[in-house]
């Protein structure tokens, strides 16, 4: 089935350092969603982005959070500077217009230490 | 806002027991709900999806009804394999819009 891949799968940090979480959606697909899941807790979602725009975000996402896709190119979540609160797993998601089916990417572990 | 409700955290059957798995939501929308699985060291992804009340939902042996009178939602399976050990997610989304995930329910079956 069609396939979102993530880069890197694990990534440790220093607390206020920067982070990119990169996510090469699925081809055709135009809708693009960033999820969190803390280790043994629920998924929680933090923003969704089409044509160029976040289209809506949670209270989780927090003004150092920034997405953006540049043309052809990942779709990446940023995060500047990382705070200690900021590990965590996170899943990137797209869909095609009009689709209701979201696939997820195998998620980036974070580690901010 | 919206809202979805697993009770069940955890739970442990062995082969050929049957499933049931209940969720309760909340939402000002008409709803579609979906049953996602999530298996070690990877995303979650569709079991299935069910667009209108009372309506069934069948995928790889798992069928979904949701009940639009008690805003509930359940998942079953008449007889799992120890391959269908892993996480459950009943998710509430309108269309076109973001998905809410309940809090997982852990399957682990026993050979």
């Known amino acids: 089935g069609p396939k979102v891949l993530q880069i890197p799968s694990h990534q440790i940090i220093d607390m206020g350092q920067m982070v990119t979480l990169n996510c090469d959606p699925v081809?055709?697909?135009?809708?693009f969603y960033w999820y969190k899941q803390i280790l043994g807790q629920q998924m929680e979602f933090l923003v969704n982005f089409y044509n160029g725009k976040v289209m809506e975000k949670s209270k989780l996402f927090k003004d150092q959070f920034s997405v953006e896709r540049p043309d052809g190119s990942y779709f990446t979540l940023k995060i500047q500077p990382t705070a200690l609160e900021d590990s965590a797993v996170y899943f990137c998601?797209?869909?095609?217009?009009?689709?209701?089916?979201?696939?997820f990417g195998s998620g980036t572990r974070l580690t901010v230490l | 806002g919206d809202s979805v409700t697993q009770m069940q955290g955890q739970v442990t059957l062995s082969e050929d027991d049957f499933l049931f798995i209940n969720c309760t939501y909340s939402?000002?929308?008409?709803?579609?709900l979906f049953w996602y699985v999530q298996y070690p060291g990877e995303g979650p992804q569709l079991l299935l999806k069910?667009?209108?009340?009372?309506n069934k939902g069948i995928s790889r042996g798992f069928e979904a009804t949701y009940d639009k009178r008690t805003t509930s939602f359940h998942l079953q399976k008449a007889s799992v394999q120890e391959s269908d050990s892993a996480v459950y997610y009943c998710?509430?989304?309108?269309?076109?819009?973001?998905?809410?995930f309940g809090g997982g329910t852990r399957l682990t079956v026993r050979p």
């Open positions: 998710v509430l989304g309108p269309a076109g819009a973001k998905l809410t």
């Open positions: 069910v667009t209108t009340a009372n």
């Open positions: 939402t000002t929308w008409y709803p579609t």
């Open positions: 081809s055709n697909h135009l809708y």
């Open positions: 998601a797209s869909r095609r217009d009009n689709a209701e089916t979201l696939y």
